[in-house]
């Protein structure tokens, strides 16, 4: 069964630095999301990505965030400095074209400590 | 603001029986509404979804109830197996303006004793 990857499955990193989270979408889905999830809390939408360029994004999405589908399979999450509050689960996910805009395929998602 | 919300944190059920998570919504313009599955460890799992022109929706041992008047959403979950302990979220989605995201309530730990 196709499913979204991402790597890796937990990022260290010192506040102020950069991070790269990386996700292949299953290879026919043409919509392409990013979540996050702080531990214990409740899945929140941060952006959401179609034909190269950002259709949607949140509160939570300010300039620190960047999004880039540098190829034709990967889909990336760049925060520039992060802080210590980023520190969380990020889930991507992404939707078959013509589908329901629900049925969203999760990957595993990336756990995020930042110290 | 406008949030999507669960009533209890916490549901504990025995195997075999069946099982009724509710939500609470309060964004009346929402198109879809929908379950998800979340196992620990993994991201979340689709499971079922209505649109909002509808009251009732059925999947395998699944049924998602929507009342709109009181704008309140079920999962009921039938014939409850070890595999259905996991934590459910609902969530909806608004599409006007080119929206695409979906909000997510708090979820309920569902948990299947033997």
């Known amino acids: 069964e196709p499913e979204v990857t991402q790597t890796p499955s937990h990022q260290v990193t010192q506040m102020g630095q950069e991070v790269i989270l990386r996700c292949v979408p299953i290879?026919?889905?043409?919509?392409f999301y990013w979540y996050r999830q702080i531990l214990g809390q409740k899945v929140e939408f941060l952006v959401s990505?179609?034909?190269?360029?950002?259709?949607?994004k949140s509160e939570i999405f300010d300039d620190q965030f960047s999004v880039e589908r540098p190829d034709g399979s990967n889909f990336t999450l760049k925060i520039r400095s992060t802080k210590l509050e980023d520190s969380a689960m990020y889930f991507c996910?992404?939707?078959?074209?013509?589908?329901?805009?629900?049925?969203?395929?999760f990957g595993q998602g990336t756990r995020l400590t930042v110290v | 603001g406008e949030s999507v919300g669960l009533h209890l944190p916490t549901l504990s059920v025995q195997e075999g029986d069946n099982s009724i998570i509710n939500c609470a919504y309060s964004?009346?313009?929402?198109?879809?509404f929908i379950w998800y599955k979340q196992e620990s460890g993994k991201g979340p799992q689709f499971i079922i979804d209505?649109?909002?022109?509808?009251d009732k929706r059925q999947g395998q041992r699944v049924t998602v109830l929507l009342n709109k008047t009181v704008k309140h959403l079920s999962l009921q979950i039938a014939a409850t197996q070890p595999g259905d302990s996991a934590v459910y979220f609902c969530?909806?989605?608004?599409?006007?303006?080119?929206?695409?995201?979906?909000?997510f309530g708090k979820g309920t730990h569902l948990i299947i004793q033997p």
């Open positions: 996910a992404s939707r078959a074209p013509g589908r329901s805009n629900t049925e969203a395929f």
């Open positions: 290879s026919n889905h043409l919509y």
């Open positions: 990505f179609y034909n190269n360029e950002i259709s949607e």
């Open positions: 964004n009346s313009a929402s198109d879809y």
């Open positions: 209505i649109r909002s022109n509808m």
């Open positions: 969530a909806e989605q608004y599409s006007g303006g080119g929206a695409d995201g979906l909000t």
